[in-house]
Nanobody, 115 residues
Framework: QVQFVESGGGLVQPGGSLRLSCAASGSIFSNYVMAWYRQAPEKQRELVASIYSGGGSTYADSVKGRFTISRDNAKNTVNLQMNSLKPEDTAVYYC?????????WGQGTQVTVSS
């Protein structure tokens, strides 16, 4: 079983930046495609970005050009650099495997974009 601990969220003004981190337990981290998801109030959880073990990545159209996903297989971490944040990016952000979230969700990290 793999467990995730997300961190790095906070309150930021529109146009600002945040860097999220996800620490994963388990020695098989490098076997999985990893992803960041988010869930805004009263909305379904959605896929934001994913990254293959070798580093190839994909992004939701809504974040392309603004967000960058990265991973460190040696440290079992996956990060999300978020720039040019918009109010519609406000959500709780989670990491998990992709395309299916195989493991239990962590507690997530809250991102609030507001002036």
């Amino acid at each position: 079983q793999v467990q995730f601990v997300e961190s790095g969220g906070g309150l930021v003004q529109p146009g600002g930046s945040l860097r999220l981190s996800c620490a994963a337990s388990g020695s098989i981290f490098s076997n999985y495609v990893m992803a960041w998801y988010r869930q805004a109030p009263e909305k379904q959880r959605e896929l934001v970005a994913s990254i293959y073990s070798g580093g190839g990545s994909t992004y939701a159209d809504s974040v392309k050009g603004r967000f960058t996903i990265s991973r460190d297989n040696a440290k079992n971490t996956v990060n999300l650099q978020m720039n040019s944040l918009k109010p519609e990016d406000t959500a709780v952000y989670y990491c998990n495997t992709c395309p299916r979230p195989f493991f239990s969700w962590g507690q997530g990290t809250q991102v609030t974009v507001s002036s």
